[in-house]
């Protein structure tokens, strides 16, 4: 955060030699308020608002400025009208460790209550496709903007406008596509959670909510659709009316969320597992040039390779699941272009993949509950390749059987349909 404070403040000579030095008018200094909720106890009662109203009220000297306002809202606006003023800018306004109020209370309700709805009235920041244009459109130059929405786009709370993570946006100068929010902090906790209850991975996408469940907060009975939603790892999709209740169907916001938060699952789940990035790298080679053998002795490979000693010492791997999570966040957590669950008319496909130009149809099974042979007769028998004909791209069929026992796969058929 202090890297990103220093170029509003105009110093140039911190910059020395890098790319960003000749891109700025480094003679204009824009006010800067930096909040910072990474200090303290937000586990105390009251806690949150007395820290930033000690924030505000130090900025506040320290630019020679006596702030009113008994609430932190209004004694920000108060401190951004004040140093607009004076200055005859914008005031950067800079958040760091945002959601800490709310993690760090999760083990104390009411606390955790007050700290997630304290914020509500402090900040609300976000960038629409407008703001993009009128204000970021230098930044865009020479990026594909269909990229850059998938990246970075997809925030909303009521499944109609959609918005960007504004940490990213202020990243495009650096010209690449990266987890750039999501490496600020892992999230550790939740991803303990999603292992400790057993929940699917690819479930993630597609949940159903209502109002009253994405705001509740009792940390001993808080719903899994509720911690990701006011953390930002799910948002709102889609808005649907049950004989007049709005229920939301939430999902991943973006390709950052979706295959970050499946590289770190994928890591609890498989222990330290070596070569992971090369199977990664693989495993995407594969898929595009539509080598069958390669992927069954790749997938095979990368199975084997958890080490025994990860499944001696952990319940995780018995709850049922297991191999389809891992499955699924092996394939989105190396970057392929992957869904879940598709319906179609003989029922829902476990897994979709396209990639360079093929797609691939999954289906799993466990081997001493189906029998051998049960996933690919499954995907024939019922037809789920034929909602994808009409889209002209090679259709793979692969069938893919688990054994509990062996704790590997026990069968690989795939054919083109």
């Given amino acids: ?42 586990k105390r009662p009251g806690y949150l608002h007395a820290n930033v109203m000690s924030q505000l009220d130090r900025i506040g000297r320290e630019s020679g400025l006596e702030l009113r306002y008994d609430t932190a809202p209004d004694r ?35 606390i955790g209550s007050e700290n997630r709805d304290g914020p509500r009235g402090l900040y609300a920041v976000s960038y629409t496709e407008r703001d993009l244009d009128a204000v970021f459109a230098d930044r865009l130059e020479g990026l594909d903007r269909e990229d850059v929405r998938d990246w970075h786009h997809g925030y909303s709370w009521g499944g109609d406008e959609r918005v960007y993570n504004p940490f990213d946006v202020l990243l495009l100068d650096e010209r690449e596509y990266k987890n750039w929010w999501f490496e600020t902090g892992t999230p550790t906790f939740l991803v303990e959670m999603l292992v400790e209850r057993g929940i699917h991975a690819a479930t993630l996408e597609g949940m159903l909510a209502s109002d009253r469940l994405l705001s509740s907060f009792d940390v001993g009975l808080i719903a899994t659709e509720a911690l990701l939603f006011q953390t930002g790892y799910v948002t709102v999709l889609a808005e649907e009316d049950l004989e007049g209740t709005p229920i939301y169907r939430l999902g991943y916001p973006n390709r950052e969320v979706r295959q970050s938060l499946n590289e770190c699952l994928l890591d609890r789940l498989t222990g330290d ?42 319940e995780t791997a018995r709850f049922e699941g297991y191999y389809a999570s891992v499955f699924y966040s092996y394939f989105t957590g190396a970057g392929s272009d992957t869904r879940v669950e598709e319906s179609v008319n003989g029922g829902r496909l476990d897994m979709a993949v396209r990639a360079g130009g093929r797609l691939y149809l999954f289906k799993f099974k466990v081997v001493e509950r189906a029998g051998p042979g049960a996933a690919l007769a499954q995907l024939k028998e019922r037809g789920y390749a034929d909602k994808y004909r009409h889209l002209g ?25």
Avoid at 83 to 94: A, K, P, S, T
Avoid at 274 to 299: K, M, N
Avoid at 396 to 413: I, P
């Fill in 1 to 42: 955060m202090d890297t990103l404070k220093r170029p509003f403040e105009g110093r140039p000579e911190l910059f020395k030699g890098l790319a960003i030095e000749p891109d700025l008018d480094w003679s204009v200094r824009y006010p800067v308020v930096r909040l910072d909720f990474g200090k303290g106890n937000l």
């Fill in 76 to 110: 920000l606006n108060d401190l951004i009208r004040a140093l607009n003023g004076r200055c005859g800018q914008r005031v950067v306004i800079l958040v760091d460790e945002y959601d800490k109020p709310l993690l760090d209370a999760l083990e104390q309700p009411e």
């Fill in 273 to 314: 597992m070596p070569g992971r990035l090369e199977h990664g790298v693989r495993l995407g080679q594969l898929l595009r040039a539509g080598d069958l053998t390669g992927l069954e002795r790749q997938i095979r490979g990368f199975f084997a390779s958890i080490p025994y000693q990860w499944h001696a010492r952990n």
């Fill in 393 to 417: 791209e090679p259709v793979h069929l692969v069938g893919v059987e688990f054994s509990e026992k062996d704790r590997n796969v026990a069968g690989f058929e795939a054919e083109l349909a």
